[in-house]
């Protein structure tokens, strides 16, 4: 069984102590060790060319221009179509609920997850952020991506304290098994637990990384070079080009706008998970949002 995300927490300060040398070098040992094997294994075979690799699409906008925007509140509006509620109901029907626990905190916690998790496949699987950050289609880079804004909201949900930890600890067991199953469905059957083990540390690592990358003692381009390393290097070694570079500085404004915009989200529209993340679909200098 995978360790719980709460009892992960404490570890996390441990973790930031180390030198910046000897946490790159962690980090990208665990890249360089564990994505080339997973990724070799789970390419999707949709998203490759004729020698296997994902092909990235070719980005028609502006990334220099992107991501500037004043950052606000990401909460759905009460009239948004996009909004899920709690069922409501009465009677005898209610009563039978309230019997069998539905209306539960653990249980009210379980379907806000399910729906907060939803809201991060709906950013990660949809072609948009792809195209705008001109990235290979792969389970090698949506599984960077899940875990990017995995760690978005457990960042945000830590805010909360003790009760957005256990939100968040009933997130990561969702996030888990829907890494589990996009594992499997890649055709990763043999040694299954292995991989699951593998891509647990790389979690863990990253979030890591992403942490210190905003601590007030980072150095400024510290986010962009752990965005690069987690996302998109193949190795983890290799320095970016021009074009590479300006992705990757433009993801870094990405997520800084997003670690503040979650951060003026309220806690109800968080727990609930009627919030989404900034619309990538219709880009333009001056970010839309939903």
């Not at 249980?107 to 399910?114: C, P, T, Y």
């Not at 190795?235 to 300006?246: E, F, I, Q, V």
């Amino acid at each position: 069984m995978l360790p719980r995300w709460s009892r992960a927490l404490p570890h996390v300060p441990k973790l930031r102590s180390l030198s910046s040398m000897e946490f790159s070098e962690d980090v990208g040992r665990i890249q360089r060790q564990s994505y080339a094997k997973v990724a070799a294994a789970a390419v999707s075979p949709a998203a490759t060319d004729s020698t296997g690799k994902g092909v990235p699409t070719k980005s028609t906008v502006n990334l220099d221009k992107m991501f500037w925007s004043k950052p606000c509140s990401l909460a759905l509006a009460p009239d948004s179509p996009l909004r899920i509620e709690e069922p409501k109901y009465a009677g005898i029907k209610y009563f039978i609920l309230k019997l069998m626990l539905f209306y539960s905190k653990q249980s009210k916690s379980i379907r806000g997850a399910n729906v907060i998790y939803k809201r991060v496949i709906s950013q990660v699987d949809k072609p948009a952020i792809y195209e705008v950050f001109n990235l290979e289609t792969t389970f090698k880079m949506t599984f960077s991506l899940l875990v990017l804004h995995m760690w978005l909201i457990l960042r945000r949900l830590k805010e909360e304290g003790k009760d957005g930890v256990e939100l968040g600890q009933y997130l990561y067991e969702i996030y888990n098994h829907d890494v589990e199953l996009r594992v499997s469905k890649a055709g990763v059957n043999l040694l299954l637990t292995k991989w699951m083990k593998e891509l647990e540390r790389i979690f863990y690592g990253n979030i890591v990384a992403y942490d210190a990358a905003l601590l007030p003692e980072a150095k400024k381009d510290e986010l962009t070079n752990v965005l690069w390393r987690n996302v998109f290097s193949d190795d983890g070694a290799s320095k970016p080009d021009d074009a590479a570079l300006r992705a990757a500085q433009a993801m870094a404004r990405y997520v800084h706008r997003e670690v503040s915009c979650l951060s003026l989200t309220d806690k109800e529209a968080m727990f609930s998970g009627n919030f989404m993340f900034t619309s990538l679909e219709k880009t333009s200098s001056d970010s839309t949002r939903r």
